[in-house]
T-cell receptor
Framework: NAGVTQTPKFRVLKTGQSMTLLCAQD?????MYWYRQDPGMGLRLIHY???????AKGEVPDGYNVSRLKKQNFLLGLESAAPSQTSVYFC???????????FGPGTRLTVT | GEDVEQSLFLSVREGDSSVINCTYT??????LYWYKQEPGAGLQLLTY?????DMKQDQRLTVLLNKKDKHLSLRIADTQTGDSAIYFC????????????????FGTGTRLKVLA
């Protein structure tokens, strides 16, 4: 039982490049989330999903897109990376809203 | 608006008790959580408390909730060097009673340093 996994763990992009971050969970959770963590700002929700085939915007969705084609996977895409997207990205999942969230180990992204 | 505030740093000596404090603004919280983040890792849930409870104890951890003052605290008894980490307070707020939509709000984290 791996819990929540994220790939890659580290990535460096040039401004304007695109990439996809993958999140996978093996707990059969319906709800999945993408957060970014910046110094002194805690975690901010980018997008979330309440089930396969659904996505919704969080607090800071601009510049990101997501897809949930399979229940166990939640993908975060950056179409044209900007230096302001340099951050640590965390994926999380939960059984339902309001229940505790389980977090992945994070992806450290640097955009130069 | 909703906000969760924590102090940024706390330093204690090994064996002492640590108390990490958190204040929140939204009184419609349903659950309040404490997460621990070690260097280079994701957040790990330590404990949580329902908003209708005052206290919860789990081994070395004691959570106190003062709903009147909107104040949450985490006490770690007999603090060890392995407890050094960043501790996040978080709350879940029900946004829509019919759809069951919630929102999670995280504090900025308190960095606990345990001195040997």
């Amino acid at each position: 039982n791996a819990g929540v996994t994220q790939t890659p763990k580290f990535r460096v992009l040039k401004t304007g490049q695109s990439m996809t971050l993958l999140c996978a969970q093996d707990m059969n959770h319906e709800y999945m989330y993408w957060y970014r963590q910046d110094p002194g700002m805690g975690l901010r929700l980018i997008h979330y999903s309440v089930g396969e085939g659904t996505t919704a915007k969080g607090e800071v969705p601009d510049g990101y897109n997501v897809s949930r084609l399979k229940k166990q996977n939640f993908l975060l895409g950056l179409e044209s990376a900007a230096p302001s997207q340099t951050s640590v990205y965390f994926c999380a999942s939960s059984y339902s809203f309001g229940f505790e969230q389980y977090f992945g180990p994070g992806t450290r992204l640097t955009v130069t | 608006g909703e906000d969760v505030e924590q102090s940024l740093f706390l330093s204690v000596r090994e064996g002492d008790s640590s108390v990490i404090n958190c204040t929140y603004t939204d009184s419609s919280s349903t659950y309040l959580y404490w997460y621990k983040q070690e260097p280079g890792a994701g957040l790990q849930l330590l404990t949580y408390i329902f908003s209708n409870m005052d206290m919860k104890q789990d081994q070395r951890l004691t959570v106190l909730l003062n709903k009147k003052d909107k104040h949450l605290s985490l006490r770690i008894a007999d603090t060890q060097t392995g407890d050094s980490a960043i501790y996040f307070c978080a709350e879940s707020i029900r946004l829509d009673g019919t759809s069951g939509t919630y929102k999670y709000i995280f504090g900025t984290g308190t960095r606990l340093k345990v001195l040997a």
